[in-house]
């Protein structure tokens, strides 16, 4: 039996260490320090011998699809003490005086929080003297790498900020699950070049985006993936992003683009899959050539394609209708043909030639079952 309050509490996934986006350097005059940001990723010790050196972009997967717990965005003020306050625009949590209750600074000798008080956001006294500043908690699952936790990435660049939330905002309109959550993706750090507003001239500054290698309709894919829902800790706000640039408009704001190539991780499949293949390609050899691997997985065998004269191994005619399901033709013409062969090459990545049929039977049996599993995925969305 479980223990109350103890084996039913929420569970809580643990915070692995932080990413930074800048580093700490020495003032002229030597007696102080200020942050100065970086055009890469400053990595945890212990993850640099797992990563590249001055990594630009991180292999991440967002853990829950709850805004409030990977990725909060709030008004905050540092100083000495840490956080001092931390508001929406509305209301705010701040740090005060106990005797005066103003905020709390290094004078102060006896501290209290208090709760709900009036947030002027940008027309705030400590917002316009840049001591207050949007930032982001972004935390993340780094599966690739050692560890089971979330780690965690702060900024205060609104462009960053911007770009996150606007991609999260496309994926959930994209896929029909509307999740975001355990989806492969890459954190990346890109120059962008924007309007000062100290001087108006240009400067180039570098921030967050939220990629991925995968297309589209492959991510719409993983999203129906099933998933445990996991929680997450309350993001460390305990110091101030080290991202510190000024920033304003975007000089050319463009349409997010999740996409940066075709040569990305594959797609998870789900049993349903496995299913699906066999209900659309109802071949015994599937099944054998299982068989057949399970009995020499020790001392690998390799089948040389099936060629014009060969048996084949899968019903061409239900291949052909399921894929006209996935691009919806009404029939099979010669024109279609052309279509899905062009679809075969630059979507699922197919090098090879000839008529649909040719060009799936001239893959070995290995690369054509995993094929017939990803079309087979992709019928199930159609």
């Known amino acids: 039996m479980p223990i109350k309050g103890l084996s039913d509490a929420t569970r809580r ?26 055009d890469y990723f400053v990595v945890p010790e212990e993850l640099k011998k797992f990563l590249p050196d001055k990594p630009t972009e991180l292999p991440i997967m967002i853990p829950t699809d709850d805004d409030e717990i990977w990725c909060p965005q709030y008004f905050k003020r540092y100083s000495s003490r840490g956080l001092t306050c931390r508001g929406d625009g509305y209301t705010c949590r701040r740090m005060v005086d106990s005797d005066t209750g103003d905020m709390a600074d290094r004078n102060t000798k006896e501290i209290a929080w208090k709760e709900n008080l009036t947030c002027a956001g940008k027309e705030c006294p400590w917002y316009i003297a840049k001591e207050c500043k949007e930032t982001m908690n972004l935390q993340f699952l780094m599966p690739d790498l050692p560890g089971l936790g979330v780690w965690q990435i702060d900024t205060s660049s609104t462009n960053s900020i911007r770009n996150i939330n606007n991609t999260a905002a496309l994926l959930r309109e994209a896929t029909p699950t509307k999740r975001i959550s355990f989806i492969p993706l890459l954190l990346t750090i890109e120059p962008k070049e924007i309007i ?49 640039q000024v920033e ?33 390609w ?15 997985k020790d001392n690998p065998v390799t089948e040389t394609p099936p060629g014009p004269e060969q048996e084949l191994d899968f019903d061409p005619e239900e291949l052909k209708d399921t894929l006209r399901n996935i691009l919806h ?26 008529t649909t049929i040719e060009m799936v039977t001239a893959l070995p049996r290995e690369d054509r079952e995993a094929l017939f599993k990803k079309i087979a995925d992709l019928s199930s969305m159609a």
């Open 196 to 244: 000062s507003p100290d001087d108006g001239k240009k400067k180039t500054v570098r921030v967050l985006n939220l990629r991925s290698r995968a297309t589209l309709r492959e991510l719409m894919v993983q999203a129906g993936q099933p998933v445990a829902e996991l929680l997450l800790p309350a993001p460390a706000d305990d110091e101030a992003p080290l991202d510190d």
């Open 282 to 296: 109802p071949m015994p050899s599937y099944n054998k050539a299982t068989e057949l691997a399970e009995k020499h």
């Open 13 to 38: 996934l643990p915070r692995l260490g932080k990413f930074h986006l800048g580093v700490k350097v020495r003032d002229k005059s030597g007696k102080g320090e200020h942050p100065q940001a970086t």
């Open 329 to 354: 033709f009404k029939v099979w013409s010669d024109k279609n043909e052309k279509t899905v062969q062009s679809w075969l090459q630059n979507v699922l990545g197919l090098k090879t030639k000839g």
């Open 248 to 280: 304003a408009v975007v000089i050319e704001a463009s349409v997010v683009d999740m996409t940066m190539g075709r040569t990305g991780p594959d797609i998870v499949q789900s049993g349903k899959a496995a299913k699906d293949i066999k209900e659309l």
